[in-house]
């Protein structure tokens, strides 16, 4: 049975309110309680929609690769060639997390299972890789790097701009 849209209403107010307390101050502030305050409901609310937190996380996880998704397609330019377009879309990809590294470190919490749908990896793959490239070998250790450098930035207290990570991405660019 389809939820109704009362009950899709109600999945995206705390879904919504989750993804601002972790883009602000960080999952270990999305308490059940600081969520359904944020929501305007008491925290019991949140159980009659998601079976517990990490259901509410993987949904939250799942809204903020689809606006990712949004910002890089808004953002990236479209350049001739594969080897390009890939960058393009990866220096965009990049700029998302460095802006809101609590949403990039939400992928390598343990709220948020493999299980629960695609994982970050895949995203990157599906939305900077291209059809014949995004499974080659060079295009792998392109992702495996990107997400190192972001990881290293954002998770060693090592203070990195956005000039320094495209940098860092233009040593990784396909030849």
Known sequence: MAPSIKEERMKDFFIQAAEEIIRGEGLQAASARNIAERAGYSYGTIYNY?????????????????????????????????????????????????????????????????????GLDDFFRDTV??????????????TLAVHGLLLFALNRGKNISYGDMLHDLALLRLT
Do not use: M
Request: net charge negative; proline share 6%; aromatic share 16%.
């Open 50 to 118: 998601f079976k517990d937190l990490p259901d509410l996380y993987a949904h939250v996880a799942h809204s903020i690769l689809k606006d990712c998704g949004n910002f890089i397609k808004d953002q990236a330019d479209e350049k001739e060639t594969p080897e390009e377009r890939i960058y393009e879309r990866a220096k965009w990809f990049a700029l998302y997390f460095i802006q809101y590294p609590a949403l990039f470190g939400l992928f390598f919490e343990r709220a948020v299972s493999s299980a629960s749908g695609p």
């Open 129 to 142: 890789g291209e059809e014949g490239i995004g499974e080659s070998l060079p295009f792998r250790r392109y």
